[in-house]
């Protein structure tokens, strides 16, 4: 697995990691299976500390995605429905975040942006394919 | 859960060395946690050797206090009870040179009751290390792979090295991060003195930034990436940089219409109060540990 | 502790072998050319003890021996400072005065053997130009000189704490040994200074004779012992010395 880290791209590193294996395990690169290097393997071939790798794995057991077996390494956990409920949620969360702070930036109100998301979720309804 | 914090590795509190009129180290307060890399970043002349020095008891400070693990560095008997398991590779990295590889490798054991024979045996191949060969004729490469042999063969709790990549080439730096990050993974603590950023920037967990003998900041990797920012805003009048005393601000620099606010957090704060004041541009982005090096030593605050 | 003297032994080792093999070579040569050398001064040839006195222990192989025992006295924190491996010796677990005491009992058993040289060769070379001299002698002049280089190897060794150059520390050491034996020689002073060149020559020495050129008295212990003493206490200055040193 390849990985492409940057320190200075405002996101902390074993983000970028987990984001990295996420993505991976998405677009099918990474399999159900597939064994990833050890923590202190994968910190020396991307010269990264320990801690960031740890983390990040960690972080990605603790999602569900990776399975860390004793001594044998760490083991991609991928299941059809690669998400759970709680990710989706969460990633949701975040781009509804991001979508309502360019709106203010533009000068919307609240009250606005509110009316927006109404118009789309109610009144839009028949128009939009129907959610799986 | 309440998560214990690893120990101290290195305390310092208001330690100051002067020589004459000129304080080299002044006031400082400085601390290691255990089980991390700490990169210690600063100009040449910052204070950096002088503090590692006091660390070791080479140098005696002028006031202040510090311990090494938890030892006084002040007491010659502490802190040699403490070098039993504190590593040093300086930047002079010049060993005996009339002494053989080997010759030096037996000397430097018999000091160590904790010495891995195999870890040096496997170092010396690993690193390519002639055995017979005299100091003295090895490159400054060889060196100090030379020097990290003896340190990490003894797996000491704590490793200091002062600017370890000086005087070496890329292929020979990488392979020392390497090192580092391989020993830092099997519980050595790494503390390492560097002007070179990008090598901080990739290994370490923890950042010091030591500005005239004294620390300016403190601060880990992952909250560089995750919180700090720099904030343009541009204003159609004098902007007010009065505005921006506010938590997590840690430098306003003003050219004509336009403030830099560099925060270690709250940038959303930050931005919401610049539009709050009709600022007419608003520009949150990402900051590089360069960039912060260079605001916290260049300029006063 | 084996290390460090093996240490100290490594980084003295040259000096001390050439310096060995200079005074053997000088006080071979004594013995071999004894024959163009003791037609002297005028009339009475002389005998062979004053002859191996005179040209030996009086003469300038004395100078030669303190001075040698002066670059024994050479090396040191101040000198790996100038090396730059202060830094890797200093983070060893042993504390500084270890390193001195390691260095300075080497530099005395060095000293001690150097002492004893003509002591070996003379009495060992002599009957082969058909000569003797009483070996007895030349170990209570090996005593002497034992005694009075300890103090002086101390001399060079408290110059090499005080001074870092590789030069600059042996030549301090050189001043203060001149400046002592002025000193010794000023009158009021001269009572109280132990001539440390007579008691290694023994000139106006109670236990020498002149004409004889041999030791008949025994030997100034009470003497030996303050110069003893003032070895240890240059050496102990320079521990403390070294104690209060920033590298």
Known sequence: MLFSLNPAAGVPVYLQLMQQVRHAVETGVLKHGDLLPGIRTLAQELVVSHNTVAKAYSELQHEGLLELRHGSGAYISARRNSKSHEEKLRLGQQRVRRLVESLQEDGLSEEAISRLFEAELFYALPTRAPSP | MIIMPDALVIETHQLTKRFGQYAAVEALDLNVRAHQITGFLGRNGAGKSTTIKMLLNMTRPTSGTGTLLGMRIDDPKENREARRSVAYVGEDKQLYAYMTVEELIRFTRSFYSEWRHEVAQRLLTAYQLPPKRKVRALSKGMRTKLALLLALSRKPELLILDEPSEGLDPVAIEELLQTLVGAASE???????SHQITEVERIADRVCILDHGTVVEDFSLDELQRDYRRVTLGFASNPPVDEFRMPGVRRVRRAERQLSVLVSGNAEAVAARGRSINAVSVDVVPISLREVFLESVQSGS | MVMLLYKAWRESRTRFL????????????????????????????????VYIWRITYKGYLRELFMILTILLGVGGLAREREHRTVGFTLALPVSRWRLLATRTLVGLAEVV???????????????LIGQAYPPSQAWAFAILWATVGSLIFGMGL?????????????????FGLVGYTLFADVQPLERYLIDIHDVMSGIDMPYFTEATGMITGRLPLITLLAVLLATAALVGIGARITNRQDF
Do not use: N, R, W
């Not at chain 3, 004893?116 to 009957?127: C, E, G, H, M, R």
């Open chain 3, 158 to 174: 408290l110059a090499s704490v005080l001074f870092a150059g590789e030069f600059t520390a042996p030549v301090a050491a050189l």
């Open chain 3, 113 to 127: 053997l150097l002492a004893a040289l003509p002591a070996i060769v003379l009495p060992f070379l002599s009957p």
């Open chain 2, 187 to 193: 519980g050595t603590t790494i503390f390492f003195s």
């Open chain 3, 18 to 49: 050439l310096s060995a093999v200079a005074l053997a070579i000088i006080c071979a040569s004594f013995v071999f050319f004894h024959g163009d050398a003791s037609g002297g001064i005028g009339d009475e040839p002389l005998s062979y003890a």
